[in-house]
C-alpha cells in the first residue's frame, strides 16, 4: 500500500516545479551553477525573493547551494531529476 508521506513528497517536489519564476531559475542552472546575484539578474527578481524560491526548490531536493564568502552558489543537484523520475514511476505505476 501506497504511503500518503511517499506521494506527499512527490507532490512537494511538483509543487516546487509548478511556479513559472521557479522553472526560470531551473532553466538558468541548467547551463551550469549560478551566484543568487546572477539569479537575480537572470530572473528579474528581488534578492529576497530568488532566495525564497531557491529555499523551495532546495526544500524539495532539486538544487543544492554552496556558501562561498558572502556568496551563495546554487546548482542543480546532477541526480535530481532522474530520482524525481524514478520515483514517479516506482509511486504511481508507470512503466519506464
Same mark, same amino acid.
Given at each position: 500500500?501506497?504511503? +500518503?508521506? @511517499? ?7 511538483? =509543487? ?7 522553472? /526560470?531559475?531551473?532553466? =538558468? ?8 546575484? @546572477? ?8 534578492? +529576497? ?8 526548490? =532546495? ?17 542543480? /543537484? +546532477? ?9 514517479? =514511476? ?7
Amino acid at each position: 500500500m501506497d504511503q +500518503p508521506t @511517499d506521494l506527499r513528497a512527490l507532490r512537494d517536489a511538483h =509543487r516546487a516545479l509548478a511556479d513559472v519564476n521557479r522553472l /526560470r531559475i531551473i532553466r =538558468r542552472l541548467a547551463a551550469g551553477a549560478a551566484s543568487v546575484s @546572477d539569479l537575480v539578474e537572470t530572473v528579474g527578481l528581488s534578492q +529576497p525573493l530568488v532566495s525564497w524560491h531557491i529555499s523551495r526548490l =532546495r526544500a524539495a531536493g532539486i538544487v543544492e547551494t554552496r556558501r562561498n564568502g558572502r556568496e551563495t552558489r546554487v546548482a542543480i /543537484r +546532477p541526480e535530481a531529476f532522474r530520482e524525481l523520475a524514478a520515483r514517479e =514511476r516506482e509511486l504511481l505505476g508507470v512503466e519506464g
